[in-house]
């Protein structure tokens, strides 16, 4: 009996030996979960914090891109003008058959201040004699039609002054462009400095009226002839090829416009600088092309230039600066996101993006 009893405690206290070593296992395992839990817990406490600060970041972007587009357009507009003072020694004089060096049927006691100064409607109206005088009530039919040089002329001056004022009458324009252009063509060299002016002009006009093929070519035409008479720095060469790959990006036709637009950006910097507006253009649309085609690495450096420069022309707080630097933490993230750069530099790179855009914190260096 004293054998069976030893036994049994034997038994009892084996049990009870296994029972605490599973209580002890079972503790360490809950305790595992529970450090696990922690660390959900500061991770889930961290994306909510990215959340937050991404749409602090969108709540930025929708506050500055009301004033980013006013600035976009004002570099536009003194982009055009200083387009226009570079074709000033482009521009032929015109004269009238007599050679007395005015536009025909001005006044002769019209000073040269006073045409200039002309009234848009009396631009359109005489433009609309010129035309209907070769082809009747169809435009298209007189813009066909081959003008004398002097009337060629004439249509280039009514043109220029009307890129000046502005005009709502896109058909005429063009037929007036063409006019010009077919009369240039017949008596110049087809790579004139003038020519090639009515060639890019018309470009620009077909463009407007939603003819972006045609405009592509006549873009392309007006590229290449500057490129070989210009050289590839000239700011006419320039203009010319910056619409081209304009283009060429809304006809779908990506790989020639990333690699023409490079290739502009070179010659920018070098001829105009980095603060010229053109040169910003030029690489914001390459910074999105690159990003719309995946090569974010390069976006990204092509981002940080830019948002120097911005800086560098307009200053920190400027808009333009401000939306630079939402545009690189964009970037930055879209990178991460594939896997090129690290979550947390995104991370990092959007905060700072949104208290400097909220008027705290350092930018995006």
Known sequence: ????????????????????????????????????????????????????????????????????????LEVRRKRRDFEKRQHVELRAPVTSESGSGRLQGIPEHKSRQEI????????????????????????????????????ARDAAKIVERLEDLGHEDDELYRALLQLSLQGLERHLDLEAPEVLARVH????????????????????????????????EHRDTLDSGLNLASCQRSLGEDAEALELFKNLLEGCQRALGHQNPVTLETAEQLAELLAESDELIAAWKLR?????????????????????????????????????????????ARARAARRGGGAGPGVA
Not at 13 to 23: H, I, M, Y
Not at 33 to 43: C, K, M, N, S, T
Not at 124 to 149: F, I, K, P, V
């Open 304 to 348: 940080r230039q830019l948002l120097e420069w911005y800086r560098a022309a307009y200053g920190e707080d400027d808009p333009m600066a401000l939306s630079a630097m939402s545009k690189l933490a964009v970037v930055l993230a879209s990178a991460a996101a594939r896997g090129c750069a690290a979550p947390a530099a995104a991370a990092d």
């Open 116 to 151: 200039q100064e002309g009234d848009r409607a009396t631009l359109l109206a005489r433009a609309q004699r010129m035309l209907h005088h070769r082809g009747g009530a169809d435009l298209e039919a007189a813009g066909a039609n081959t003008a004398s040089l002097t009337e």
């Open 201 to 232: 002009s018309l470009a620009v006009s077909l463009e407007n009226l939603g003819e972006r093929r045609d405009a592509a070519a006549f873009y392309r035409r007006a590229y290449e002839g500057r490129r070989k008479g210009l050289g590839d």
């Open 1 to 72: 009996m004293a054998e069976m009893a030893d036994c049994k405690e034997e038994q009892l206290g084996s049990k009870l030996s296994e029972a605490r070593q599973r209580t002890r296992a079972l503790r360490q395992e809950l305790a595992s979960e529970l450090q696990v839990a922690v660390e959900l817990q500061g991770r889930l406490a961290k994306v909510r914090a990215e959340v937050e600060t991404t749409r602090q970041l969108i709540d930025h972007e929708l506050r500055e891109s009301a004033a980013a587009k006013a600035k976009l």
